[in-house]
């Protein structure tokens, strides 16, 4: 058997779940059942292009113990990756390797299975496949752990191809941190081992980017934040011998990020209009992210979150941010999120309706307390 095409995915998250809303369907939460439809559509798309191999760069999983459903979806893409006879390569990446050691990884049951090759334990493995060597860094959980996993990489030259998969931050040419506290920062491999690597595969960073004539991200399949809505979703197929790499998009929940609406000289109703305007071009189904800015405070307090939920009615989330303005004084996003605890406490109290209590007061007195309770944390 001579290894000449591969199919390179990655960043699956299979079980991440958001935003509490369940599918009708499956009974299950609706952004997990996406993740488990993209994913299988990448399985479907894979099987259908018979490759000699497929890799996975890491993160299979959202977290180190996985539901059972998360499990079941991950062990019947195995199964039907067998049943093409599509050998499997995947290694664990920082969101499922477990911080512990006594939890044990998902991986080794994983392992049972034939024609799945997995590294998982924090340390360098190697596979073999006739005239091609696959060389595997998971994630490490510690510093030395990886320093020891790349200093044990070994290069048997009688192998006509070399692939090092890894998880992790690409150190040269960009920024590819996901700005997550326990991700690896990858040494330079293309420097290390010169002209070795036939393909470097890399997981991690969700964006398809290619670092260099033969080194990769291939990209999620599935978007796990509204920082990726522009970022397409797919996987990628290599040709070892020529180095042409082909993506292929799948289908996935749009996400749109909305320019943010400059409040300051509009009243609550143009602010209802302008939203207005700009929900009619967000397609369907979407998550959508709008940002209110430089609102005035009393154009907060009479703001009814209800109605923008309304204007949004078609979307499948809305994601909210306010940012207020201040008499004169500017805030920035996140002195602004804190700021506006006292004035949620505010709208809170305007729409108390038929109390007894003087709403003025009981709002100031409640303000007080609030920001004197920000200020000693
Ligand atoms: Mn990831």
């Given at each position: 058997m ?5 199919c ?15 599918s009708?369907?499956s ?16 399985i ?7 490759p ?7 993160d ?8 059972n ?5 991950a ?11 599509i050998?499997?390569?995947l ?7 477990p911080?512990i050691?006594a939890?044990?990884?998902i991986?080794?049951s994983?392992a ?10 924090s340390?360098y493995?190697r596979f ?5 060597d696959v060389h595997?860094?998971p ?9 020891a ?23 040269q040419?960009?920024s590819y ?13 293309s420097?290390?081992?010169?002209d ?12 398809r ?10 990209g999620?399949?599935?978007r796990?934040?509204?920082?990726q809505?522009?970022?397409?979703c797919?996987?990628?197929?290599v040709?070892?011998l020529s ?7 799948v289908?996935?929940r749009?996400?749109v ?8 000289e509009?009243t609550v109703a143009?602010i ?8 009619a071009?967000?397609?369907d ?13 009393s ?10 939920e309304e ?17 004169g ?11 506006a605890?006292p ?6 109290v ?22 004197a309770?920000e200020?000693?944390?």
């Amino acid at each position: 058997m001579t290894i000449r095409r591969i199919c390179h995915f990655s960043d699956s998250h299979l079980g991440y779940a958001e935003y509490g809303k369940i599918s009708p369907l499956s009974g299950l939460n609706q952004r997990e059942q996406d993740f488990y439809d993209a994913f299988d559509e990448v399985i479907a798309r894979i099987i259908a292009l018979k490759p000699d191999l497929a890799i996975h760069a890491g993160d299979l999983f959202h977290t180190p113990r996985p539901s059972n459903r998360a499990i079941r979806v991950a062990l019947a893409a195995l199964q039907r990756l067998g049943a093409a006879g599509i050998p499997l390569v995947l290694i664990s990446g920082n969101h499922e390797t477990p911080r512990i050691k006594a939890t044990g990884s998902i991986f080794e049951s994983i392992a049972l299975f034939p024609g799945v090759y997995p590294a998982y334990q924090s340390r360098y493995e190697r596979f073999t496949f006739a005239d091609l060597d696959v060389h595997c860094l998971p994630h490490c959980s510690l510093t030395e752990e990886l320093e020891a996993a790349s200093a044990a990489i070994a290069i048997d030259p009688a192998r006509a191809h070399h692939i090092l998969v890894t998880h992790g931050s690409w150190r040269q040419g960009g920024s590819y941190s996901m700005g997550e506290f326990n991700e690896q920062l990858l040494p330079d491999f293309s420097h290390l081992f010169p002209d070795v690597f036939t393909y470097i595969a890399l997981g991690h960073y969700h964006r398809r980017v290619d670092i260099a004539e033969r080194i990769s991200y291939c990209g999620a399949s599935e978007r796990t934040s509204i920082s990726q809505a522009n970022q397409a979703c797919g996987f990628l197929e290599v040709d070892l011998l020529s180095g042409e790499r082909i993506y292929h998009p799948v289908s996935s929940r749009a996400m749109v990020r909305l320019e943010p609406v400059s409040c300051r000289e509009l009243t609550v109703a143009d602010i209802y209009e302008r939203v207005q305007s700009l929900a009619a071009a967000c397609p369907d189904g979407a998550i959508v992210h709008l940002t209110l800015e430089q609102v005035p405070e009393s154009t907060f307090l009479r703001l009814e979150m209800r109605v923008l939920e309304e204007i949004f009615a078609r979307v499948f989330y809305l994601e909210k941010q306010l940012l207020l303005e201040r008499a004169g004084e500017a805030l920035s996003g996140s002195q602004a999120q804190i700021e506006a605890l006292p004035l949620e406490f505010g709208r809170y109290v305007q729409n108390l309706q038929e109390s007894e209590l003087d709403g003025e007061r009981l709002y100031r007195l409640g303000a007080h307390y609030l920001t004197a309770a920000e200020e000693e944390s």
